[in-house]
């Protein structure tokens, strides 16, 4: 099996996992499972089988419960995403105001159905349950940064500011 | 100005740094209560009648009284920051606007229940707030209010934030503690309780955000005191956090005999419903609670008081849908969220839920048929019947969830199911209510 990791990226991933185990009882070193694959996906965008196995090892476990864990948790890619991942929220506070309309424009907007990428890899849209924002509705968030009051005018902003970032950095 | 006692400093500029909670005097409380013995802090607690707000209202220092005290295993303190409830965000706003009542709170806790490691459970989509709080705690540990002798009491104390990943199961105590040893969310059975075996086996309090950062108050103006501003059996004010068709959404904290009517109509709190509408229904706890009708408004926002209605305080989330909201456009998008978040453990959970949500599309996209809506009740009741709450059949209380509410819809507001059928399709030119289109195109 391939390595997960660049050399750099190993060393990050060692010295933030010293970190974390050190939060848990030495015979509970499993406890440091989720913070492991939060960590992974920061560095590589998602969780590839390579890197269960790493984290595995970390935390004393095998593969199999790394897996059942990175599967059962819907914050956790298992395969390559957008650069960008927009949730926006459709819970009974959001739809109440608008949130239907609003993933309906974003999907026409991207040209995407629901949980894909677009063909740029720039963004992958998804419907998402309630977010905690229920006040501001409606909510998305953009690679977990909240995005409140939202309006259709402010979304296409939004997906503005964020191709021209990108462009930029081309 | 009674009611504001633990919000009376969110907002301004500075007060959710530790400087500025110090300027308000932060941090008074937790010299208090080191000061005292900690079985007094817990007989303390009692005395207020604080009850936990994370959804049960279980009291605060009964609970903590079930903790052994001649265990030979660490105890833990975890705080329920995972606040994933439709319709709920006090929490998050909280954590924003006053971290260290938080920390004053976790501090508290871990002396009167010797204490010396806690995790704050937070949800993964709350990733600023996380960092709100790493640095928080940070802060906590250059002052010495946590480390190895808090405030020069000899008491270690060490807090670390834990991050979920996406799964309302977890916000379940138990679901939370086997999330927390790394594994799936999956709830436990009770007993045994947390208090006695929870996190790695050993003695363990879960309690939520808003409880734990409650304490410091009760300490600032005195237990007793802090029980005379509630109701009788519930001290204190309390938060809530209201959303849907009102004028001002937001976090409010209100006195225990708030009826639901003022707090939506009255101009000193939610200001009423946009475009001078009427409100056709409430749901007062988050998306947990049975619907309450408009006339059934006027009951107070308290424990007691909507335990004889049947209904329930919850998570503090008052949800308002007014006149032209279609009820089982709402029932289904409530279901859909139970189904997609049941855990699969029960039988009647992971197989009702899905079906309820089944029928209720049906209904609502129009091709109900009259027996749908016996066999919708059927399969809820099969789950948990209502009313009363708290007849479930299954492991965890989401079941419950999920059950409860869907008969409430159907109970008060038949007619529109039956509407649907007889019509074959949803009579509402906007099922969630006139005011989705208006919001998005401002
Ligand atoms: C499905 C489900 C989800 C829950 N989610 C939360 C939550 O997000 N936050 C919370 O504090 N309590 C939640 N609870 C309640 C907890 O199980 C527990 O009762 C609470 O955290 C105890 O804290 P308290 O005594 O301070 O209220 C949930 C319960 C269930 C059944
Ligand atoms: S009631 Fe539902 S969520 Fe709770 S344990 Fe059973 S299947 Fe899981
Ligand atoms: S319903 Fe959308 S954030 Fe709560």
């Not at chain 2, 329930?312 to 009820?327: F, L, R, Y």
């Not at chain 2, 049941?342 to 048929?369: A, N």
Request: aromatic share 8%; hydrophobic share 40%.
């Amino acid at each position: 099996m391939a390595a997960p990791f660049t050399a750099e990226q190993q060393r990050r991933f060692d010295e933030e996992m010293e970190k974390i185990l050190a939060r848990f009882p030495e015979d509970r070193k499993r406890a440091a499972v989720l913070p492991a694959l939060h960590l992974v996906q920061d560095m590589l965008g998602w969780i590839p089988e390579e890197a269960m196995v790493e984290v595995a090892r970390k935390c004393e476990t095998t593969p199999e419960q790394v897996r059942e864990v990175a599967t059962f948790y819907v914050m956790y890619f298992l395969e390559p995403k957008g650069k960008h991942v927009i949730d926006v929220c459709t819970n009974i506070s959001c739809s109440l105001r608008g949130a239907e309309k609003l993933l309906a424009h974003l999907q026409e907007k991207l040209g995407v159905e629901l949980g894909e990428t677009t063909a740029d890899g720039l963004f992958t849209l998804r419907e998402f349950e309630c977010m905690g924002a229920c006040g501001n509705a409606p909510v998305l968030q953009v690679d977990s940064r909240f995005h409140m009051d939202m309006t259709l005018e402010k979304a296409d902003r939004l997906i503005e500011s964020l191709r021209a970032q990108a462009a930029e950095k081309k | 100005m009674a009611h504001r006692i633990l919000t009376q400093n969110w907002f301004k500029p500075g007060y959710n740094t530790i400087e500025g909670y110090k300027k308000e005097g932060g941090f008074s409380s937790l010299r208090r209560v080191l000061a005292m013995k900690p079985d007094e802090v817990i007989e303390a607690v009692k005395v207020s009648n604080l009850r936990g707000r994370g959804g049960a209202g279980f009291p605060t220092g009964l609970k903590w009284s079930f903790v052994p005290k001649d265990s030979p295993k660490p105890k833990y303190l975890c705080v329920n920051a995972d606040e994933s409830e439709p319709g709920t965000y006090k929490d998050r706003v909280l954590m924003e606007q006053d971290p260290f009542s938080l920390m004053e709170g976790i501090a508290i806790a871990s002396w009167a229940l010797g204490v010396h490691t806690a995790y704050i459970y937070i949800r993964g989509e709350f990733l600023e707030q996380a960092e709100i709080l790493q640095k928080a705690i940070a802060d906590c540990y250059a002052e010495g209010i946590f480390g190895k002798s808090i405030l020069d009491s000899g008491h270690r104390l060490d807090v670390y934030v834990h991050r979920g990943a996406g799964a309302y199961i977890c916000g379940e105590e138990t679901g939370l503690l086997n999330s927390l040893e790394g594994g799936k969310g999956w709830p436990r059975l009770k007993p045994p309780f947390p208090a006695v075996s929870g996190l790695f086996g050993c003695p363990t309090v879960v309690n939520n955000v808003e409880t734990i950062a409650t304490l410091p108050t009760i300490f600032r103006i005195g237990p007793k005191e802090y029980a005379s501003l509630g109701a009788e059996k519930s001290g204190g004010t309390r938060l809530v956090c209201v959303s849907g068709h009102v004028n001002k959404p937001g976090v409010y904290e209100i006195p225990m005999n708030l009826t639901f009517w003022d707090l939506i109509h009255d101009e000193k709190w939610c200001g009423g419903i946009p475009g001078g509408r009427k409100v056709k229904a409430v749901i007062p706890g988050g998306s947990s609670a049975p619907v309450l009708t408009a006339e059934e408004l006027h009951v107070a926002a308290e424990y007691e008081a909507l335990k004889v209605k049947d209904n329930m305080a919850g998570s503090g989330a008052v949800i308002v849908m007014d006149e032209t909201t279609c009820m089982v456009r709402a029932a289904w998008r409530i279901s859909k969220f139970y189904a997609e978040e049941s855990c699969g453990q029960c039988t009647p959970c992971r197989e009702g839920t899905p079906w309820m949500e089944r029928i209720l599309r049906k209904i609502e996209e129009g091709h109900g048929e009259p027996k749908d809506l016996e066999l919708l009740v059927s399969v809820a009741r099969a789950i948990a019947p209502y009313p009363p709450i708290g007849l479930g059949t299954t492991i965890c209380a989401l079941g419950d969830a999920a059950a409860v509410p869907v008969q409430a819809f159907v109970m008060k507001f038949r007619h529109e199911f039956e509407q649907h059928i007889r019509e074959h399709r949803c009579p509402f030119p906007h099922p969630f209510g006139q005011l989705a289109e208006e919001v998005v195109r401002q």
